[in-house]
């Protein structure tokens, strides 16, 4: 059984939504409409959009929503940074050998919620970190996923594993959102670490 965390590290420090052009197809740039392409398959900037709409409709109808939007500023960028790394995790964890279970998913959401205070107080952790409620149990995954990469490998070898399998998936980003890089796992205007923690992240592990 792995021992769980219940917050992605991936934090956010996170974006107001601007509409996002489409790119021409020249060199190292995404195809046109893509926001990302990662293993040859392109996260369409609608696709981002989506997810940072459901963000944005979900800080608007919380108690603290003027924090919330105030405190995101690079929504967007924090977003893509996310949907790529969830993507260069799961890739890690099935190239080792690591899946979790339905039932460990569960079992994972019910600990986060109950040392939160409930549901709705694990909502607004994740919120935080400019997770919609609906991306919750994705994180939560991922987090499993790591972790049980963390146990089996170490940290040094987790970052070896992390940096060999993004540059594997050739991950290229719309210059919009900054530039990537495979060592550190993320966009360079964002600087977040493929293992830095956020307070959050800390306070419920």
Avoid: H
Avoid at 97 to 108: D, F, H, I, L, P
Avoid at 126 to 150: K, S, V, W
Avoid at 173 to 201: I, M
């Amino acid at each position: 059984m792995i021992r769980r965390r219940t917050a992605l590290s991936v934090s956010a420090a996170s974006a107001l939504l601007l509409s996002a052009p489409l790119l021409t197809a020249c060199g190292n740039a995404p195809r046109p409409g893509a926001a990302a392409v990662v293993d040859g398959g392109r996260i369409t900037v609608s696709q981002l959009q989506a997810q940072v709409k459901a963000v944005r409709d979900a800080q608007r109808g919380s108690p603290r929503a003027d924090q919330l939007v105030a405190g995101s500023g690079r929504l967007s960028q924090d977003t893509l940074i996310r949907m790529i790394q969830f993507r260069v995790i799961e890739r890690a964890g099935k190239d080792n050998g690591m899946s979790v279970t339905r039932r460990e998913m569960q079992r994972a959401r019910a600990a986060a919620e109950a040392q939160s205070g409930g549901a709705t107080a694990l909502r607004a952790v994740y919120l935080e970190q400019g997770i919609a409620p609906g991306r919750i149990d994705d994180a939560i995954r991922m987090e499993l996923t790591r972790t049980a990469l963390l146990r089996k490998l170490g940290t040094a070898k987790v970052n070896e594993v992390f940096t060999r399998t993004s540059k594997e998936l050739a991950i290229r980003v719309n210059p919009r959102y900054g530039k990537w890089d495979d060592t550190q796992g993320t966009a360079v205007l964002a600087k977040e670490a493929w293992l830095r923690t956020s307070n959050s992240s800390q306070q419920q592990a």
